[in-house]
């Protein structure tokens, strides 16, 4: 019998997280304060974090416990299961072995809720009482008010208003869990009521829900912020995944020669691949390949520089190194949700250039016809941005067929597409097209970076 | 995505992303270049800042504003 399903245990669920900055080999360049120009420093994000989350975010201790209050929540839906994609395997003809670790199967349906939950739980442990955040699509917001219903915290969610008006189905989840959602601009906030005192009809923006939810939080003593993505103890909360992957690989008697994620936020594939990066590092799999998918359409880490960017057109002091294709870089359309997020996880654009990762572009209708295939043999309808996983991953199945080899390829697979069937419908009526930004595009908005000693 | 929300999206300005997302619809850019100052489109094009950078930046911003309304 072909084995297709490898489910750990629930008492043998990690108990701790990995932190990979106890093991880089060179530390992460430090982000700069746009005040002082000096690093940030836990009093800087203290207003928005409890104190344990901050610790985490500078934290080089290699392994942190899991709290068994926490560890009870993720014991809701975790361990998640690791598939076998035999199936897929015998679609393509490949002797490659293809596994996936699939996040998709939690109460809000992602990655996300690995780390809502710890930054919940932490919130609740030092007092407070709300939480806010903001919301474009929903994603992050449900993942949130799932979290304030596990641990009795008040969840605000400021989410963009045309999606509030548009885009209902997450807000109805949202409300559901508990959590209050309003649409912004709302009148709750400075920043809220200057827009709607300015222009009552206001679509909203990412940028304005995220000023309404900062500024909420910094004016109450019982409220703090959420963050999804980027920050140094997302990824970390994340690792839970890879911790749990390592043992159910070595159930199956496996160990990945190619991991293949996307990147956007970085949360999700960090969270996969950081746990077995440290054999990388260490020496023990010199060979293991680690590819980060992006869009062909925004090639920030394929094409773009690691350098310091100015944050606005008037130059103020570049605060972060990150990877950037520079300021003329006009975006073209494209389809993959998250990942044409300009603001790159740090520990990510790091290792890329410790040259511990490598990177591929792909095309979007290539993307969506590798999610086709997937629906059609191991069925499960992907998002938008773990489809890019998919379509590098039978790359890389398909040159083994032509090699002979089998090697063994992990796919990170961060959820379901139920909410993303829009852009499905755009692919299957034809009207899906693909770009690659023009190398002498690229050359020109590089040209016009600011020149700053690295 | 109507119209008028990727016109104002950035700061009631329009989205970055607004050239290449209606270049099959209309002649995008030649309606950004008449309905917008040089100096507009070159602060539509800045790629947005670090999300880390904007939450110090909006704590400050939001610190000063409670101080002034204490």
Same mark, same amino acid.
């Given at each position: ?230 920050? +140094? ?28 994620? +996307?990147?956007?936020?970085?949360? +999700? ?119 890019? +996983? ?65 | ?70």
């Amino acid at each position: 019998m072909e084995k297709t399903i490898y489910d750990l245990d629930q008492k043998d669920m990690p108990t701790h997280w990995y932190n990979i900055q106890a093991d880089l080999p060179e530390p992460l360049p430090p982000v700069l304060h746009p005040g002082t120009g000096k690093p940030i420093g836990p009093e800087d994000l203290a207003p928005l974090f409890p104190m344990e989350l901050i610790k985490q975010e500078v934290s080089t201790e290699r392994w942190i416990e899991i709290p068994e209050e926490l560890q009870a929540v993720y014991r809701t839906w975790r361990p998640t299961r690791l598939h076998r994609a035999h199936r897929l395997e015998k679609a393509l003809d490949t002797p490659a072995k293809i596994f996936f670790k699939y996040e998709g199967t939690n109460q809000a349906g992602s990655h996300k809720p690995n780390t809502a939950t710890a930054q919940c739980y932490y919130n609740m442990k030092e007092g407070i009482k709300r939480i806010t955040t903001e919301t474009g699509a929903g994603q992050w917001g449900s993942a949130l008010s799932l979290a304030g219903a596990f641990f009795g915290v008040e969840i605000k969610v400021y989410m963009v208003r045309i999606s509030y008006d548009q885009k209902p189905y997450r807000r109805i989840a949202m409300e559901t869990w508990g959590a209050k959602c309003v649409p912004s601009p709302s009148p709750d906030t400075k920043a809220g009521r200057d827009m709607l005192e300015k222009w009552p009809d206001c679509p909203g923006s990412l940028g304005l829900a995220i000023s309404e939810a900062v500024e909420e939080a910094v004016s109450r003593d019982d409220t703090h912020y959420s963050l999804g993505s980027v920050l +140094n103890h997302v990824l970390l909360h994340q690792t839970i995944q890879g911790e749990e992957c390592r043992k159910q690989m070595e159930m199956a008697d496996a160990y990945p020669d190619i991991i293949v994620g +996307n990147i956007g936020g970085g949360s +999700n594939y960090g969270g996969q691949f950081l746990p077995w990066i440290r054999d990388k590092i260490s020496g023990a799999k010199p060979d293991m390949r680690v590819i980060c998918c992006e869009p062909e359409s925004c090639p920030t880490v394929t094409r773009g520089l690691y350098a310091y960017d100015f944050g606005d057109s008037v130059g103020l002091t570049p605060l972060l190194k990150m990877h950037t294709l520079g300021h003329g870089f006009i975006p073209p359309p494209i389809h993959a949700g998250g990942l044409r997020y300009h603001g790159m996880a740090p520990i990510i654009c790091h290792l890329y250039e410790l040259g511990l990762v490598e990177a591929v572009a792909v095309h979007q209708t290539a993307v969506f016809e590798a999610g086709i295939k997937f629906a059609r043999t191991e069925g499960i309808i992907t998002g938008p941005e773990p489809c890019h +996983n998919l379509k590098v991953a039978m790359d890389e199945a398909l040159k083994c067929k032509e090699s002979g080899e089998a090697k063994t390829i992990l796919i990170a697979h961060s959820g379901h597409g139920h909410f993303d069937l829009a852009a499905y419908e755009r692919y299957l009526s034809g009207k899906l097209e693909d770009y690659a930004y023009p190398e002498e595009e690229v050359k020109k908005a590089q040209a016009e970076m600011p020149k700053v000693p690295a | 995505m109507n119209f008028l929300f990727c016109r104002t999206e950035n700061n009631m300005l329009p989205c970055r992303w607004m050239a290449g997302c209606w270049q099959g619809h209309m002649e995008i850019l030649t309606f950004l270049e008449d309905h917008y100052t040089k100096e507009e489109l070159e602060q539509i094009f800045v790629p947005p800042k670090p999300k880390i950078e904007s939450l110090v930046s909006l704590v400050e911003k939001a610190k000063k504003a409670k101080k002034r309304n204490d």
